[in-house]
């Protein structure tokens, strides 16, 4: 049955798309998409809330149960959000990781997350959230503020087989990567990339942030320094399994809050017209500054992962402490698509190169996404996540829930 629904998705797929599935190319990356395949601007991919009309979705409506990954895709589909890709370029440069600021309230509204295939968002210490924002399909001008890098990020750099963008890092971080043999694929003006070369820019318009939020960077810049580092392949990374159509079992949920501390809280919530989740921070919508649109996502995960506190990652005395997270194993995790919530757990085996995460119900059945963008949210405990069948009032916050 399997693989008959794959011979009716395969035949759909070049259909509707003209999109022949062509031999992959040297170095583990992806095949090249037919320059028939026509698509709407990166911008109006993302924020159309017809998003399950454009011709991917066409795709998949002719047979809406057939699901792909998380062990194989079509060729010239993007694994990060199970749509194909917008270009040629796309489909053809790296996985990019741009670190970037959430903490202090000041440094919001942020540049180009709205542009992101996947963002995650974690505690980078004492309660202030950090994103790795995960950038394919789109190659926005500006990024940022752009801030440092975690341990956690080591994780994504093996888990997408990307190059990671960021400001610096602290001292014994610094060693780790220096050490490290993913060293190739970091990019940061703390190892001598600047404006000129790489597109890391301060911006003084944003100088009452504080100058250490006046970083932003270009990702065209940076996939052509990667380029001429013979960096830049389309390497495939395993991703989320996807579908039109849900799981069966979800239960409503069309609101969900989380508090770090009192130090940083977010809300999302479910609309139904545009059956996509909206984003709010401290209370107000949570914008991003390229164009005032408020962030959006079609897929929200949250995850549960073991806190290791390592106050050596910081200068002794520090008010704060980093902490060691490790995506590997199995853990606990919501899923919310369309308005429902399913409780199950992200695994991965291994920290293979492109071994990315699975979502998985207790009898190792995949959990599958909306094809779209997905916001990932790493929490300590699942308990954090209050989520509601009703529509809070976006200012109203909750205590937080203790460790």
């Known amino acids: 049955m399997q693989r008959q629904k794959w011979s009716i998705f395969l035949a759909c797929l070049a259909a509707v798309l003209c999109l022949p599935l062509l031999s992959g190319m040297s170095r583990g990356q992806e095949g090249t998409p037919a320059s028939a395949l026509t698509t709407p601007t990166a911008r109006s991919w993302l924020q159309s809330p017809a998003i399950v009309s454009t011709a991917i979705a066409k795709t998949y409506s002719a047979s809406p149960d057939v699901e792909i990954g998380p062990w194989d895709y079509p060729k010239g589909v993007n694994p990060l959000t199970g749509l194909a890709y917008p270009s040629d370029e796309a489909l053809s440069r790296r996985n990019l990781i741009v670190k970037v600021s959430n903490w202090p309230p000041k440094v919001r509204p942020q540049h180009g997350l709205s542009l992101a295939d996947l963002v995650y968002e974690y505690e980078a210490e004492g309660g202030v959230t950090r994103f790795a924002a995960l950038y394919r399909n789109n190659a926005p001008e500006q990024v940022g503020s752009i801030r440092s890098a975690r341990l956690l990020d080591i994780e994504l750099i093996s888990m997408y087989a990307a190059l990671l963008a960021y400001s610096g890092t602290s001292g014994p971080i610094h060693e780790i990567y220096m050490n490290a043999n993913f060293r190739p694929l970091l990019l940061s003006p703390s190892l001598g990339d600047n404006c000129d070369n790489a597109g890391f820019c301060r911006d003084a318009t944003y100088g009452d942030r504080g100058y250490e939020h006046t970083m932003f960077g270009d990702t065209r810049q ?164 209050q989520i509601s069948s009703e529509l809070a009032n976006p200012s109203t916050s909750i205590a937080p829930t203790q460790p």
Do not use: C
Request: hydrophobic letters at 35%.
């Open 222 to 385: 940076m996939w052509r320094l990667a380029t001429r580092r013979n960096l830049n392949f389309g390497y495939r990374a395993n991703g989320f399994a996807f579908s039109l159509q849900p799981n069966e079992g979800g239960k409503e949920a069309r609101d969900l809050y989380i508090n770090w501390f009192d130090r940083t809280d977010v809300r999302w919530q479910y609309d139904e017209a545009s059956r996509r989740y909206f984003r709010y921070s401290d209370g107000i919508p949570h914008l991003d500054a390229a164009d005032d649109t408020q962030l959006v996502a079609d897929n929200l995960l949250v995850l549960q992962v073991v806190h290791k506190r390592r106050p050596d990652l910081f200068t002794p005395g520090a008010i704060d402490e980093s902490y060691e997270l490790t995506l590997q194993g199995r853990g606990p995790a919501y899923v919310l698509r369309d308005g429902l919530v399913y409780e199950g757990f992200w695994w991965r085996r291994s920290q293979s190169r492109g071994e990315a995460l699975r979502l998985i119900f207790s009898d190792g059945e995949p959990i599958t996404l909306k094809p779209g963008r997905t916001w990932i949210t790493i929490t300590r405990s699942l308990t954090w996540a």
